[in-house]
Nanobody
């Protein structure tokens, strides 16, 4: 059963913006540490951003810092990723994920710390 559902992907020109949303309403575990990741063919999955939802502390990959913003919307039960100043190298499949329940360390976008994943939404940035 899918517990995390991403939406908002699409095609945009370089310099444009997209807003991704992760529906967490079906996720029954605690949503304390959530993250966004991306992957392109032939490369490893890359951490993009994370949010510690208890106090909304965020962390970002250097490649997106200053351009992307991760946030939570309690009313809508979503974790969002606002992507501005998009570059062609941002093209990837973007995944929403929740940290494994056994993890009690700092919330950070390291793939191995996350155990529940969405199916992904494609983002394509043209030059």
């Amino acid at each position: 059963q899918v517990q995390l559902v991403e939406s908002g992907g699409g095609s945009v020109q370089a310099g444009g913006s997209l807003r991704l949303s992760c529906d967490t309403s079906r996720y029954t575990a605690s949503r304390y540490c959530m993250g966004w990741f991306r992957q392109v063919p032939g490369k490893e999955r890359e951490g993009v951003a994370s949010i510690y939802t208890r106090d909304r502390t965020t962390r970002y990959a250097d490649s997106v810092k200053g351009r992307f913003t991760i946030s939570q919307d309690n009313a809508e039960n979503t974790v969002n990723l606002q992507m501005d100043s998009l570059k062609p190298e941002d093209t990837a499949m973007y995944f929403c994920a929740a940290a494994s329940a056994w993890y009690g360390g700092i919330c950070q976008p390291i793939p191995g710390l996350f155990g529940t994943w969405g199916q992904g939404t494609q983002v394509t940035v043209s030059s």
